[in-house]
T-cell receptor, first 115, second 111 residues
């Protein structure tokens, strides 16, 4: 089984709808991240969480919210989807445990299309 | 603002040649450096990490780090068409901040 899973893998929705993307991990990592990727723009960090009680905004958090329900689960919500939120979304995890290495491991991605 | 710069490419190399991918970073306090490979439509996968100045080899891949010049590179020997992908450089300066990713270099290996 994959260590980092994302659901759904593909989603088509309409402008104004509320959408939730879910991420689960079995790696036992304390840190989780949400990124979006658009052609030519690279990975852009939306939100990150270093533990269950810690939530931090990334560079493009407007229009998004997150929930860290447990160490293993981190959800991303689009409260009112708009077409420019059409992108590939990745969840990632890392386990620093006091070290500086912070290697990130990515889920398979969710392709979201907002019409 | 911490920045990681990569040439977007595409970098085209013939099969069997050495591909050289470069990355520069702005934060002189950076301590951890990573190369990820990403195939189109897929998620990034870790190829190598490097933490000390010098070279680190893993199979056909060699990562090179020069902290004084603030650059890190990835060499791919005996390039294969299956190496055609986008390569992302990522840098971490402290344990309590997320990795900073470059936008990636697209590599095309021509058979």
């Amino acid at each position: 089984d994959a260590d980092v899973t994302q659901t759904p893998r593909n989603r088509i929705t309409k402008t104004g709808k509320r959408i939730m993307l879910e991420c689960s991990q079995t790696k036992g990592h304390d840190r989780m991240y949400w990124y979006r990727q658009d052609p030519g723009l690279g990975l852009r960090l939306i939100y990150y969480s270093f533990d269950v009680k810690d939530i931090n905004k990334g560079e493009i958090s407007d229009g998004y919210s997150v929930s860290r329900q447990a160490q293993a689960k981190f959800s991303l919500s689009l409260e009112s989807a708009i077409p420019n939120q059409t992108a590939l979304y990745f969840c990632a995890t890392s386990d620093t445990s006091g070290s500086v290495t912070d290697t990130q491991y990515f889920g398979p991605g969710t392709r979201l299309t907002v019409l | 603002q911490k920045e990681v710069e990569q040439n977007s490419g595409p970098l085209s190399v013939p099969e069997g040649a050495i591909a050289s991918l470069n990355c520069t970073y702005s934060d002189r306090g950076s301590q951890s450096f990573f190369w990820y490979r990403q195939y189109s439509g897929k998620s990034p996968e870790l190829i190598m990490s490097i933490y000390s100045n010098g070279d680190k080899e893993d199979g056909r891949f060699t990562a090179q780090l020069n902290k004084a010049s603030q650059y890190v590179s990835l060499l791919i020997r005996d390039s294969q068409p299956s190496d055609s992908a986008t390569y992302l450089c990522a840098v971490n300066s402290q344990g309590n901040t997320p990795l900073v990713f470059g936008k990636g270099t697209r590599l095309s290996v021509i058979a």
